[in-house]
Structure formats: C-alpha cells, structure tokens
C-alpha cells in the first residue's frame, strides 16, 4: 500500500521557520508528483507547493514564492517543504499527497483533484 506520513509542523512566531517532512512509501512507480496542500478553518484546501520525483520540476503557489522550498531527500523517501518567513495567514493544515500520474509532457498536477493519495495532515500555526 502507498503511504505518506506529514510531520514537522508546530508553534511559531511570525518571521520563523518550519521545515515539514513527507515520509512516503509502497511506490511501484518512479513517476509520479507530490504536492503540499494546506486547508485554513473556513476555507478551501489550495495547493501550496509540487514537485516531480526527481526534483527537476517544481511549483509554487504565489502566496509562498520566495519564502518556501520544495525539496526531497531520496535515500529517505521523503519529501521537505521548507517554510521561511512564516506569516499568520500561513496557519493552516498541511499535507501532502501524492499523484501517480505524476507530469504529463512536463506540466505539473497542482489541483487537490489531481491527487490520488494523501497523508494525514500537520498543524502548522503562526502567531503575531
């Protein structure tokens, strides 16, 4: 079975830094994308950030570019969403998910729907 465990959020005054792991496993398949999506109370889960397996393509969502990186660690099976600069409007629940029909012709998936499997989420909150 495909699993993925989120881990790393917390507590952290605004300007700080959390760095997010993505622990994946059962994969069949070296193509394929993972994504981080965040849901705030009251409001629609977004995309925040996706990569394709291999690290070569990656996407940000507008609000996150130039503060967070999108990066994995192969030999671990994991995936890392390091988050800078960290504003109270990041407060959120992250997690990550997996598309196994990962790029097509070099296009990203960036939508929820797009995904098939989804780890449990991480409490990220950021206080003033």
């Known amino acids: 079975d495909v699993q993925l465990q989120a881990s790393g959020g917390g507590l952290v005054q605004a300007g700080g830094s959390l760095r997010l792991s993505c622990a994946t496993s059962?994969?069949?398949?070296?193509?394929?994308?993972i994504g981080w999506f965040r849901q705030a109370p009251g409001k629609e889960r977004e995309g925040v950030s996706c990569?394709?397996?291999?690290?070569?393509?990656?996407s940000y969502a507008d609000s996150v570019k130039g503060r967070f990186t999108i990066s994995s660690d192969n030999a671990k099976n994991t995936v890392y969403l390091q988050m800078n600069s960290l504003k109270p409007e990041d407060t959120a629940v992250y997690y990550c998910?997996?598309?196994?029909?990962?790029?097509?012709?070099?296009?990203?998936?960036?939508?929820?729907?797009?995904?098939?499997?989804w780890g449990q989420g991480t409490q990220v909150t950021v206080s003033s």
């Open positions: 059962g994969f069949t398949s070296d193509d394929y994308a």
């Open positions: 998910a997996v598309s196994t029909a990962g790029p097509i012709q070099g296009v990203l998936p960036t939508g929820q729907y797009e995904y098939d499997y």
């Open positions: 990569m394709s397996d291999s690290g070569s393509l990656t």
